[in-house]
Structures are given as C-alpha cells and as structure tokens.
C-alpha cells in the first residue's frame, strides 16, 4: 500500500509498504477514506519529540472503513447489542490513541491513558504502531477504539476534527468546569482555541474573550463568537484582553480560562486573567519543565491548574454531535483537501506555517 513515512527530520516520504495484516484477536483493518495532517505531527517532523523509528507510517488522525475484524473484536461488539455495536463495512472514526475499555484509566474515562494504549503512528524499537496517512492501518482493541461515523456526518472531515481537536476543544470546556454565565478566557486561536471558544458557548458561558497575538486567527475567533482581543507578541502581558474581562465581571476576573497554546507565556497570560478561585485548563501539548506558575500563585490566589492529553474516546460521541449541529463552523477550519501523495509537500507547507495552511487532509 502507499503510505508517508518518517525518514528523519524534516524528510517525509510518500512510499509503498506492506499492508498490515490482523495480528491479535481484538484487531481491525481499516481502509483509510481520509487521514488528517496534525499540529502534533509536527513534534516528530522537526525532531521536537524524539524516538521515532525510519520507516514508521506517520499520523493520528483517520476516518475510513472497516474491512477485516478479529474474532474476539467481532464477537464484543455482537454482545454489545444491536445498535451499539459495528462490524466489517462500518465507517469509523479512530481517536489518536488505542484503548483496551476494560482496564481501571478506561473504566474512568480517561482513555488517552489506558493501560495497553498505544499513540497511532508511532513506532519505537521494534514497537508501537503505525499511523493512518496511508490506504490501511491496523486498529488494536477495535471494539473498544473506533467510533461508528453516524450517518448525518457525512463530510469525513468533520468526523476527522471530531477525533482529535474537536475531541480536545471538549476536554478544554470540561476541565476549566464551564458553567452557565461564565465568563471565559481562550489564550491561542489555533483550531483548539477556536473550537473551544465555540464549546464554552454552548456550554453556557456568557462571553469568551479570545487571546492571540495574529490577526487573523483574532478575526476567526470572532467568527466563532468570542470577543477578539490583540495580545502583543513575546510578553506575558496578556494585553487588551484584562480589560476586557475585568470589564465584564466587575472588576473581579475569569471564571475560567483555556490554554490551548502549550508555552509558559500562554499559561502567565492566561492565569492573568483569572479570578481568585479561577480554574485553568491546559490541553496543549507541553514539553518544558516548568508551566509558568508558581504553587505560591496559585495558593495565594486559590486557582485551579488542569492539564492533560485529551482522552478522545469517551468524547468523540459528543464531539460528532457537535460537529454535525456546527458544521459549517467546523469544516471552515479545513483549509485543505489533498491527495495522500502530496504528502511530503503538506508536511513543508503546514510545517513552516505557510499563510492559509490551517487543517490538511489527506486522501489516499
Ligand atoms: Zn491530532
Ligand atoms: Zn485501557
């Protein structure tokens, strides 16, 4: 099959690989329909994440259809009853790690933590599994991993951003405990931070006010309902947003606030903007020592710092509902439909930031 592999940083390639075969019982293949290009992918194209194995198939992000299902797979999802359950010919949609359902992180909900999952697309010493750019990826603990597409979502992209960053953007409103009429903070307007803005609405916040220091990611924000507000770049400052907030809460601060940026910078603004007892959500990928916040901080004004890999299965179900009732909120975020041949291409592109470049997704 055609697939893009990891050949070393910065160096993507599109190449034909053996197909992969079922190797435990729970296993499914999936024909991939599309596979999206994430920011996280990025980590190991410039060697920020380093281990990574030459050769191994690259990405998290797929939709696409069943073609083989082990037999234990088989034989849970028929117990799961009718309705519930999926087999060979379902569309699915994968979260970016597998799960097992059974051990105590999944019974808790925090799937992204399960005891015997793996991260899609990566590959280290021998181990480790391959990623879905490419036309097949095994899929292990099937039953318990992949998400029936339901039949409304139609657009594969829409079930792609429910897997991953829409995934994320719920996570964001549930740690930072959104409740009716809060006042809300969105530090980074990436597709995170935009989602998230849009989820801290429906979940009842009375205004966002959205931080980024790039116009045009301010100009979406507004698009998506959050007030815009420029802060200045390389300061913790967080700018005209304090203003903003303070206004609208008497003097007082946040409620709560997102960090969808994963920089110390983005934490110091972010906290800024909270109230004594705000609570702070950090969902991106972070990867320094320090968060930028001190205990003393966060004793002496009693804030809340939470953090963590969102776990995208329990949330995909809610997340396909959200994107098929916001759905062209949603699929604006696509900013690109491409063969899985330009692979290496899009990876130079979206990797240098190129103007436009938001969310690629690749056909095979
Ligand atoms: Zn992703
Ligand atoms: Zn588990």
Not at 153 to 178: K, Q
């Amino acid at each position: 099959m055609n697939a893009l592999t990891f050949r070393g940083v910065e160096n993507v390639a599109f190449e034909t690989v053996p197909d992969p075969t079922l190797e435990e019982p729970r296993d499914a293949i999936v024909r991939v329909e599309v596979a999206g290009l994430c920011g996280s992918d990025l980590h190991p194209y410039f060697g920020r994440e380093v281990g990574i194995e030459r050769g191994t198939v690259l990405g998290h992000e797929f939709v696409g259809e069943v073609v083989e299902l082990g037999a234990e797979a088989t034989r849970r999802l028929d117990d799961a009853g009718p309705g519930s359950g999926f087999g060979v010919g379902a569309r699915v949609v994968a979260p970016f790690t597998s799960n097992c359902g059974t051990c105590a992180h999944c019974r808790a909900g925090l799937t992204a933590r399960c005891q015997r999952g793996q991260l899609f697309g990566w590959r280290e010493g021998g181990r480790g599994l391959h990623g879905g750019q490419a036309e097949y990826v095994r899929v292990p603990f099937a039953d318990a991993t992949l998400v029936p597409v339901p039949e409304q979502v139609e657009d594969p992209g829409l079930a792609i951003l429910a897997g991953d960053i829409l995934s994320t953007a719920l996570f964001a409103v549930e740690l930072a405990a959104v409740a009716d009429d809060d006042v809300v903070a969105v530090v980074g307007c990436g597709p995170v931070g935009l989602l998230a803005i849009r989820a801290a609405l429906a979940a009842g916040a009375r205004a966002v006010v959205a931080v980024d220091t790039v116009e045009s990611r301010l100009a979406a924000a507004e698009r998506f309902g959050a007030l815009p507000a420029r802060a200045p770049s390389g300061g913790v400052d967080p700018g005209e947003a304090l203003a903003m907030v303070l206004e609208r809460t008497g003097g007082v601060g946040a409620d709560a606030a997102i960090e969808a940026a994963g920089t110390p910078r983005a934490t110091r603004s972010a906290a800024a903007l909270l109230r004594a007892g705000g609570r702070l959500a950090a969902v991106a990928v972070h990867s320094e020592p320090n968060p930028g916040l001190s205990p003393a901080e966060m004793y002496d004004r009693n804030l809340t710092y939470a953090a963590g890999r969102c776990p995208a299965r329990r949330l995909i179900p809610n997340a396909l509902r959200f994107a098929a009732m916001n759905d062209a909120l949603v699929l604006s975020l696509i900013s690109h439909r491409l063969p899985l041949s330009s692979g290496p291409e899009a990876y130079r592109n979206f990797g240098a930031r190129a103007p436009g470049w938001l969310k690629v997704l690749l056909a095979p």
